[in-house]
């Protein structure tokens, strides 16, 4: 079972505001990562951080920032959110060992108005 | 990124019978993981692999790394109607860190 917790589960906003989404886990773990899905969609990589201090961009271009200041927190954020931005946003952990599972939250679905 | 294509895309099945899936890429894999993901909810680690030709059980659950390490495969036996969900696959190079994720397989089970 998976300690990893995300904050708001939804989100409604209109255009313009500044969103940050909340992530955080209890296992200790050094790898997070966030994931971007759409309904019935495959997972896209928008961001990981292999520790405190270490961000990296992913696979899938993104608007949003994200930082790790703690090894528990990885929370992301959106200075300006657009319409395009609608979308379910998952963060993930993973241990930095050999055989590496990686577990996630139950996401944060984003409406963008 | 490395594309992991998933099949089937979708399954109707009737309530007890087995099914399987695949998931296949061009690319060379040392971790296949399997996820099942409910809607609304972030997906849920069924299984983990870690050696070619490694054959894995959860339950009715049986997952499989392929020997080439290109594939995966995972099998439900006797389906129940909680089995319904999508099933994704996820993959990790051997030179890479980051986990890519299949196109995922709708299963609907019908009592």
């Known amino acids: 079972e998976a300690d990893i917790y995300q904050t708001p589960r939804y989100l409604v906003i209109g255009t313009g505001k500044k969103i940050t989404l909340e992530c955080s886990q209890t296992?200790?773990?050094?790898?997070m990562y966030w994931y971007q899905q759409d309904p019935g969609m495959e997972l896209h990589l928008i961001h990981y951080s292999y520790g405190v201090n270490s961000t990296e961009k992913g696979d899938l271009s993104s608007e949003s920032t994200v930082s790790r200041i703690r090894t528990e927190h990885f929370p992301l954020t959106l200075e300006s959110a657009r319409p395009s931005h609608t979308s379910q946003y998952l963060c993930?952990?993973?241990?930095?060992?050999?055989?590496?599972?990686?577990?996630f939250g139950s996401g944060t679905q984003l409406s963008v108005l | 990124g490395q594309q992991l294509n998933q099949s089937p895309q979708s399954m109707f099945i009737q309530e007890g019978e087995d099914v399987s899936m695949n998931c296949t890429s061009s690319s060379i894999f040392n971790t296949w993981l399997w996820y099942k993901q409910d809607p609304g909810e972030g997906p849920v680690l069924l299984i983990a692999?870690?050696?070619?030709?490694e054959l894995t059980s959860n339950g009715r659950l049986t997952a499989q790394f392929g020997i080439t390490r290109k594939d995966s495969f995972l099998n439900i036996s006797a389906s129940i109607p909680s089995d319904v969900g999508i099933y994704f696959c996820?993959?990790?190079?051997?030179?890479?860190?980051?986990?890519?994720f299949g196109t995922g397989t709708s299963l609907t089970v019908i009592p």
């Open positions: 996820a993959g990790q190079l051997v030179t890479g860190n980051q986990f890519y």
């Open positions: 296992m200790g773990h050094d790898k």
């Open positions: 692999l870690y050696k070619a030709g």
């Open positions: 993930a952990s993973s241990d930095f060992q050999v055989n590496e599972k990686l577990f």
